[in-house]
């Protein structure tokens, strides 16, 4: 045996279709063709996915639609599948469907927020406190590839929101004392009072919305990112400066974030840390008070 006759050729394997008996060869190479076919008529569109919110006054809706990047038409994600919004009337013949990993990522982050859907289309969540701070923190993981659009109050509320934050003033007292009181203002604009009795009370504005005695009051309590103030509504609160403001009122022997004055001492105020005093408004008498410190920490000094 020469070289060449070591080697011998190894048949190919049969096939399903070859193995199947006739008439199963018939319908198997049938549906090969119908597959193919299938295959050539598939219209793929690449997309972008649009989320489209909406606040009323109890109620967070929220749709889902993509719009094609191919001609531009849009399709709206019913919780099973994506149906061209209005339907193709051109009787091309081809099956469409949406194939992009934006579209794919778009629809996931739908089923993980979880919420309820009344109709093919459209989901619902109840606007009460804990389920907004909770859709604060889902839409913080939104993905990224994807547009947003929302009506005024959904954009307000969670898109660009003006923090309503505590600011600590002092005011003119006796010879060894002052009063401190907070005040509450939202990207320095004051706001009022029955909020800030959901915070308590004060003549002060947030967006052109008064904050009553009510929403004062509410708000000493309030320690969540978004609370709902008996008059002025919805508000989103600046929680690390309220936290802060806390901090500082609780070395002073204070507790609530009160905006009704309070009476301290020059000696109370003296031992705070001098990073505690930036959370004060530069008032007249806030400087005052750094003069009176500093005269006071001379006297130490002098005395020890």
Known sequence: MNEKQRFALIPKPPGAIQKAR????????????EMLALARK????????QFIFELAEATVRLRLVARSERDQSVWRWTGQDWQRDPPDRSGSGKQEILEDPRVEAATQWVRWLDLFSPE???????????????????????????????????HRLFFAPPQLRPKLILKCGGTDWLTVSVDWEAGGI??????????????????????TPADLQRLQAAT??????????LVTL????????????????????????????????????????????????MQALG?????LEGRKRAGS
């Open 238 to 285: 600046d929680s690390k400066t309220i936290k802060k403001a806390r901090e500082v009122l609780a070395d002073l022997g204070l507790r609530k974030l009160s905006t009704a004055s309070r009476r301290v001492s020059i000696e109370q105020l003296a031992h705070l840390d001098e990073n505690r005093f930036e959370h004060f408004a530069d008032t007249p008498e």
């Open 224 to 233: 969540r990112r978004i609370v709902r103030l008996p008059d002025a509504g």
């Open 120 to 154: 093919p289309g459209v989901w619902v969540g109840d606007a009460n406190e804990n389920f907004l701070n909770n859709f604060a923190l889902g839409l913080s993981d939104r993905p990224e590839e994807a547009e947003f659009h929302a009506n005024p109050a959904f």
């Open 190 to 211: 004051k706001l009022t009072q029955a909020d800030l009795h959901r915070l308590e009370t004060a003549d002060r504005r947030i967006e052109g919305r008064k904050l």
């Open 42 to 49: 598939r219209d793929a569109h690449p997309a972008v996915p």
């Open 22 to 33: 006739p008439g199963a060869k018939r319908i198997l190479s049938g549906m090969v063709v």
């Open 291 to 295: 003069k009176k410190l500093a005269a």
